[in-house]
């Protein structure tokens, strides 16, 4: 008893210990079905639909025995190299529900898989309506027989069929094996029917058959139809070919109902082959005996029977056999024959009937099969969610998880083309569905063969990528030489579904062929691209942007976008200074960030024992090959003056060492600094806080804390910064002071090509003297366009050497105070000695030696500040830093120069290596 109550509180399941009481009423597991009944079976009865027993005839007297018999090949090679690859492809991993489409999508990727699953389950619910108007036409002619009409030959179609697909979609609610049992009785039906038509082959025709163009076995009427006899508007290879080729496209009915196999990797490649070689069997045997043994034309009428000798006047091959048709030749009126009667392999029988059950079976199980089929692969479609409006339908019912929602769907596009009732029409729209999917399916083979995956390793291995290849563009060549505008209708419907997951980019990832090229492609050409040589005119900011985690510094992030986006590559760099490791999914989750805000970027984190450590090891390791960054891109260190003094020294190191490296550098600065790491209250315990260095982070949270701020941090609403909005008609300001080879006038150039910055208007501030102002513009003018440059305005600063206002140079003093090492304030301990135990201090000496550089910085500002308030981005030459400037001081410098600046302000050095060019060479 313990043990029946734990398995009914919902632990680990008891065992069977034969207690009936213990145990609820055990409910039926699913059907599952075997490769016979489950697919070769399903296959042969699609493959013999409607078709077969009434255009055959039709198409062997227009083509003749020899051509019709390539048409059946023909077509027996497309869907054997088809089957072929769909039995790869179903060996490579397993399969569940949605058929065809679940392989081309798994294979292929959700862009090329959604499409095709929608063309793919419409097709099938245009086959359903195909073979029902099929079944419709045989009731219409039986009616007719007997005088029954009840509106008018097209309607009574019309109306039949609807009755019928009606009955066919109460047996598939019924459940899977309702319409197991159904298509085995129909299975069973079609072998008697074959039996009863070969059988009347044989034997002797009566004067009836004689008078409706059978005469049995005969060579002449053998050789007489070897021959092709093209008639009417539809007489041509092609024409027959798109009419005969729906006969062939039951080959992926088995693979359809995937989910409902046993063991699909095996039912799928066995079953579908042997129902591809019984089938061609079949129709090549029904091909050449009824065109052996029936001619083209004949009247019905026993009145027209030749007695004694006399052939004269008589035309046709009946005259030989003693009949005499020349009347209805002539005026072309005869209604029967193999060129005239859809009814003709009833009539070749042993008996009539039979052959009408036949047909009913056919045409009934292939309707049945793909109304099972077009729900099933459509349901699958609508549970990936590829597209959002069709989700209503993924929901499925029993213990099969039957698609009752996508059965009524399916039910009503049957009926809307059923309202055709024209069997030719709606076999050529199917012809170029179907070709359309075989081609992907073979394409899908062939992509996955080439990428030479490590992961494609199918289990069937009697298949060649470049046979698939040759089935892919056979398909191709076949839609438009079948119908060309619905060939092209059929691809712009794929073309627009296609565009539309590409733009919407679902968060799907299924390991596809794609990603493999797309790896293959990229590792070729970063290994191609290192053997060539740099050149002025390829150069292209390649960031390394030490953000820190990206979400928390939006800013910077946006910053380096605007000028690096679809143009040059962008690593945003986290360096960890606590020694635990970090969770994957804070990692998936920063990355998942990027994505939803469009940043093309990638991140990597490591650890590190300091800042400057991380940052040396970001340096000389990131990129690959010449996917390398040349640009290092900071956050301005807002509240140097209150973090600690060894971070300062980090920092200002950070940048010796970029220059060191040979790397250009670019500092942000935001009024209300970079970090929002307080938007999410991430707890700050000790190291660099979230407003003093925008590149590292010092975080000690505990660890529920931190799951709660990761979690949030994926689902959180992304925030907006000022480089995402529209900055209509303002100015870019560049304060051009020293030629750095370029990157100062490059970056602002970039930024204008963004929608956001277009209509900003770039103005360039240069140093000059005022004899010489005019000169100097012009100069600049005429260098700026022969770089290519679109520049509003140059202004010369003929001022900057001026001393600055008593209020700014006290502003900066007070700032360096707290840095100062005063000499008189040294008793006993040398300022040496001093010095070297706390480096960024400045003293007496060094404060006096810097001083006019000093002056300069705050002059500078006070010239900005006059001229840049309102303007939508300031850029300014960082100051080369030197190796005896102390740290404290030189930090000082950075933050008077942007300091009073009410938008971003950004400090950006070149390394001296030309970035710009007007040499067309």
């Known amino acids: 008893m313990d043990r029946a109550s734990t398995s009914d509180s919902g632990s680990l399941p008891a065992p069977d210990m034969g207690n009936e009481e213990s145990q609820g009423p055990q409910e039926k597991p699913p059907v599952r079905f075997g490769w016979i009944i489950g697919v070769m079976v399903r296959c042969m009865l699609n493959i013999w639909g409607v078709i077969l027993f009434l255009r055959l005839s039709w198409i062997t007297s227009q083509a003749g025995i020899v051509l019709t018999c390539v048409i059946i090949l023909m077509s027996v090679v497309l869907t054997s190299v088809t089957s072929l690859s769909i039995s790869a492809i179903s060996t490579n991993g397993r399969v ?351 992509h996955a063969s080439i990428t030479n995956s490590p992961g494609w390793r199918p289990s069937f291995q009697y298949y060649s990528k470049w046979t698939a290849l040759f089935g892919a563009v056979v398909s191709v060549v076949l839609m438009f030489l079948f119908t060309w505008w619905a060939a092209l209708g059929t691809f712009c419907i794929i073309l627009f579904l296609f565009g539309y997951v590409n733009y919407s980019k679902p968060q799907i990832n299924w390991g596809s062929s794609v990603q493999a090229s797309t790896y293959n492609m990229a590792l070729s050409y970063s290994v191609s691209l290192t053997g060539v040589e740099d050149h002025v005119k390829n150069f292209r900011p390649q960031c390394l942007v030490l953000t820190g985690p990206p979400n928390q510094r939006p800013a910077l992030v946006d910053f380096v976008g605007s000028f690096t986006k679809q143009i040059s590559l962008m690593i945003c760099g986290d360096i960890i200074l606590d020694r635990k490791a970090q969770p994957q999914e804070t990692t998936d989750s920063l990355v998942e960030w990027m994505n939803k805000r469009k940043v093309r970027s990638f991140y990597t984190a490591l650890f590190a024992d300091n800042f400057r450590a991380g940052a040396k090891q970001l340096l000389q390791a990131s990129g690959l090959g010449k996917l390398k960054p040349n640009t290092l891109v900071l956050g301005f260190k807002t509240n140097w003056r209150d973090s600690a003094l060894e971070s300062i020294e980090d920092y200002i190191s950070t940048i010796y060492d970029t220059f060191d490296y040979n790397y250009c550098l670019c500092i942000l600065r935001m009024m209300d600094g970079l970090d929002i790491s307080e938007d999410f209250e991430f707890e700050v315990n000790q190291g660099f806080e979230p407003d003093e260095n925008v590149e590292s982070q010092d975080q000690q949270t505990n660890e529920e804390d931190t799951a709660d701020d990761m979690s949030d941090e994926g689902s959180s609403d992304q925030i907006n910064t000022v480089f995402q909005n529209n900055q209509g008609k303002k100015t870019i300001d560049v304060y051009w002071i020293a030629d750095d080879g370029g990157l100062t006038l490059l970056v602002p150039y970039l930024i204008t090509r963004r929608r956001r910055w277009r209509r900003c208007k770039v103005r360039v501030f240069i140093v000059g003297d005022e004899q010489n102002m005019e000169e100097s513009r012009n100069e600049m003018l005429f260098l700026l366009r022969r770089f290519r440059l679109h520049v509003s305005d140059v202004i010369v600063m003929t001022d900057i050497e001026k001393h600055p206002h008593p209020k700014s140079l006290s502003r900066f003093v007070d700032s360096v105070a707290p840095f100062r090492l005063h000499d008189e304030q040294q008793e006993f301990v040398s300022v040496q000695e001093l010095r070297q135990s706390a480096p960024w201090k400045i003293s007496d000496e060094e404060f006096e030696a810097f001083k006019l550089k000093s002056e300069t910085k705050v002059r500078l500002n006070e010239i900005i500040r006059k001229n840049s308030q309102q303007t939508a981005l300031v850029l300014v030459s960082l100051p080369v830093p030197q190796s005896d400037c102390p740290s404290a001081l030189y930090m000082a410098w950075l933050d008077t120069l942007t300091s009073g600046l009410y938008c971003p302000a950004v400090l950006i050095r070149g390394n001296q290596q030309n970035v710009l060019t007007f040499y067309c060479q």
């Open 96 to 446: 569940v529900s949605g058929g065809a489409y679940f392989m081309i999508s798994r294979t292929l990727g959700p862009e090329i898989g959604g499409p095709i699953g929608m063309v793919f389950s419409f097709a099938n619910a245009l086959a359903c309506a195909l073979n029902t108007v099929g079944f419709a036409e045989v009731v219409r002619d039986m009616m007719q027989e007997f005088g029954a009409v009840m509106v008018d030959s097209t309607n009574d179609v019309r109306i039949v069929g609807v009755i019928t697909v009606t009955v066919l979609l109460l047996i598939s609610l019924a459940g899977m094996e309702w319409e197991s049992k159904t298509q085995i009785l129909f299975f069973l039906v079609l072998l008697v029917s074959f039996a009863n038509y070969f059988v009347g082959t044989v034997i002797p025709p009566s004067i009836e058959k004689q008078a409706f163009g059978i005469f049995g076995y005969r060579g002449d009427i053998f050789v007489e139809n070897l021959k092709p006899n093209w008639r009417g508007p539809q007489g041509s290879f092609f024409q027959m070919f798109a009419i005969f080729f729906p006969a062939a496209i039951g080959i992926l009915s088995g693979a359809n109902i995937s989910g409902d196999l046993k063991d699909p990797a095996t039912a799928i490649p066995k079953g579908t082959l042997m129902a591809i070689f019984w089938t061609t069997i079949s129709y090549l045997g029904i091909a050449v005996t009824v065109g052996g043994c029936v001619v083209r034309d004949a009247s019905g009428n026993q009145s027209h029977i030749l007695t004694g000798n006399r052939t004269d006047g008589c035309v046709g091959l009946a005259c030989n056999m003693g009949w005499n048709f020349t009347d209805c030749i002539q005026s072309q009126s005869c209604e029967f024959g193999l060129a005239n009667s859809i009814k003709v392999l009833g009539q070749v029988s042993g008996f009539y009937y039979l052959i009408t059950a036949g047909v009913f079976a056919a045409s009934l199980s292939s309707a049945l099969g793909f109304l099972v089929s077009a729900p099933k692969v459509f349901q699958c479609l609508c549970k990936d969610k590829i597209y959002p409006y069709i989700i209503f339908f993924a929901k499925g019912y029993g213990k099969n998880d039957e698609p009752l929602r996508a059965y009524i769907l399916c039910y009503i596009i049957a009926i809307a083309f059923i309202l055709i009732a024209e069997l030719n029409t709606i076999a050529a729209l199917i012809s170029n569905f179907f070709l359309c999917s075989y081609c992907l399916i073979n394409f899908s083979c062939f």
